[in-house]
Structure formats: C-alpha cells, structure tokens
C-alpha cells in the first residue's frame, strides 16, 4: 500500500530540465524515496538551517539524492542527531549567533531555513523568544547571505501568517493577521525578506505550508512535546497515549469536527527544490502550500484506525479559542507558477508513512 508510487515522477525538474526516473524503491516510509534524476544541472552546495529537524531531515535527504552537497546547521535543541542524512556535513550551531551562520554557509550557493520554534501556545508566554529566534535567526541569514555571496533563499513560513481566513481555500493575496506570536513573527519574517531582496539583489522564496505529515528517507515526525494530530493519533494507537482529544463537535462542517489540509513531507520536498530555482534575482515569491482539500478531524481518526487496524479511544471536548472551522490551502499559484502539485494527496499514505516511522522509532520521550 506505501510501495513506490509512480505518481511521484516528478512534474518538473529542479532548475528546469527534464526528469527520467531511473530508479525506484518499494517499501514504506523506511525507503519512500522521491524518484532520483540524472544530474542534469551543476550540483549545488546547498546550507539547510534546522536539517536535523522534520521537515529539514527529509529534505536535505532528497537534495542528496539529487546529487547535491548539504551542510547542516542545527543547534539540536528540537532536532536529533541521527536525523542528519548520511552524506551530509553537520554543524553544530545557533541561528541567532551570526558567526554560527556565516561560518556554515562559506561556500554554499543556496540556504534553505527551517530553524524555529514553533509551538504556538508558548509563543503567546514567550513571545520575545519567537521573536528572536524566528525574526533575528532570519535576519542572521540574510545578514550571512550578503557577506558570503549565497544569493538563494527558501523560508519555512507558515499558514498562520494569515490568522484567522475570511475565506478558504487561502489564497496568497489573503490579509495577513496572526492571531499568535508565532504567526506574527514568521510574517515580521517574510517582511524582512522581502526589504533585503530589493535592497540587495537577493532570490528568495518563501514557502507557507499547512499542516505537513507523512515520513520519507527514514526521517518523520518526533517532536517534544507533539501537538500535531497525526503523530498524536498514531501514538493513541500505539498505547504511548491513552487517547486522542477531540477539540470541537459542533463546527459547521458536514461532521462537525475541524477541517485542515495535510501535505505529504515528500510533496514538500519537491516544492522546495522547484522553489530555489523559482525567484529572480531581486525578487521574494510566496507560496501556499498545501492539498488543495481538507480533511476533517474525524476522517483523520478513522483513517488511522484503517491504516493501524487498531482502535483508537476518543475523549470528545469543547473548541479551543482560535482554532477556526475550516483551514485549506489555495495551491493554485505554485501550481501555475512552478508546475508543482501534489503527488501524495491521499490520508491514508500520509498516515500510513507516519505510522512506519512511527514504528521503527518508538516514542522516545514516553
Ligand atoms: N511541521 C509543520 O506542519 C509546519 C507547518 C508550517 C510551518 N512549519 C515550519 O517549518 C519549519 C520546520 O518545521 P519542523 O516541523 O521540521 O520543525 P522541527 O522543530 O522538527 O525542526 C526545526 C529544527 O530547527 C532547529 N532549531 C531550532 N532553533 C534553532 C536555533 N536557534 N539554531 C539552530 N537550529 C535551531 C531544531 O533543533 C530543529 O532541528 C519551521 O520553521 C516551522 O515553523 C512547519
């Protein structure tokens, strides 16, 4: 069921060449692998910030399949170690120490960012340290790129730049109000971005993705604490959690639960590949990312009790404070734009591909 999917044959080919898929593996998260290209274009020395994270794992994993050179920055302090993808240079370090980053990136072509916090609760206890993290380890790397001549950027920002939506799916030309620290400090982010762009000839895009899920190249989800569904249903599945809370039965949607847009991390990894060859000097693009549909959080539940073949105990509760009925993404403009789609769209793979990983590493925090 999580074999490889020819589906995943790739749209278009990073910096523009045409793809042949030469290879291909069966397996699940383990060895979901995206379809490796002959090299086409000059290898890039590519600097991911926060690589030993989720999303950073999976996708400096893909960018060394692609025959690229990664050199890691992370500071550990949410990532783990075994997460760095063999075959790439880690460093240990902080983002918000600009020798950190300078020295990291000496040599390197392109930076992709992920390094953040990104609990939304304790942003709104702590939001300076968001602030400082999130808007000054920015800043850092902007500062980085125009001392070392990296002239490419690709930003994690995030659907909660937006708030709360007038109207769904989001489209990038949405009103940005954050309702949290967090929001408010990746959009005080992409700002940045976008000064430092035209005031210095910089290429950069930044990539707003929803809610990410699934596992690829070994590297998945395990965060402390978790506070994303999928990895909390699967650990109520597996018994490291007695239940999974409902927040919310009586939204206006068809089964009264919240709807939001899941995208399979391996979908993310092409985008960000597409992304770095996407922007023109000068310029900072903004995408949405996302599946273009929602799924409730019911649906999410009753696919994971497919996938696992296991039940899963549900203890119903009231909505939390701003927490909106209904979070999808527009996708179109990345679509037109960059000829990325998703390839993975469907629930149960990217819970099936959660559930893998999940298996192979136990709960390490329980
Ligand atoms: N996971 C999602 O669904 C989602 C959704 C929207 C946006 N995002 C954004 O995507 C990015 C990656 O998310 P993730 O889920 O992989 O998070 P993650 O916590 O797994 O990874 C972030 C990595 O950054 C590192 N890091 C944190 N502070 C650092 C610092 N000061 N210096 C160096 N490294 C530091 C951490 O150790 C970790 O390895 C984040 O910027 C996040 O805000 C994630």
Known sequence: MWGFDARLAPDRVTLGERPS??????GGAETRRLPVRPLTSAAMRTLVIGGAGYIGSVVSSYLIAEGHEVIVLDDLSKGHDWAVPDGADFVRGDVTCLDDVVGAMRGCDSVMHFAALSLVGESMTDPLRYFRVN?????????????????????????????????VPILESAPTRPTNAYGAAKLAADHAISFACAASGL???????FNVAGAAYGCGEDHDPETHLIPLVLQAAARTRPH???????????????????????????????ALG???????????LGNGRGFSVREVIDAARLVTGVDIPVVESDRRAGDPAVLVASSTRIQAELGWSPQLPDLETMIGDAWAFAQTHPDHHH
């Open 244 to 274: 999974i809370s409902v927040y919310g039965t009586d939204y206006p949607t068809p089964d009264g639960t919240a709807i939001r847009d899941y995208i399979h991390v391996a979908d993310l990894a092409r985008a960000h590949l597409l």
């Open 135 to 167: 808007v000054g380890g920015t800043v850092n790397v902007l500062d980085a790129m125009t001392l070392t001549g990296c002239s490419r950027l690709v930003f994690s920002s995030t659907a909660a730049t937006y708030g709360e939506p007038e109207s």
């Open 21 to 26: 898929v030469t290879s291909s593996t069966a």
């Open 278 to 288: 996407g922007a023109e000097p000068g310029e900072h693009r903004v995408y949405n």
């Open 203 to 209: 290429a950069a895009t930044s990539l707003r993705y």
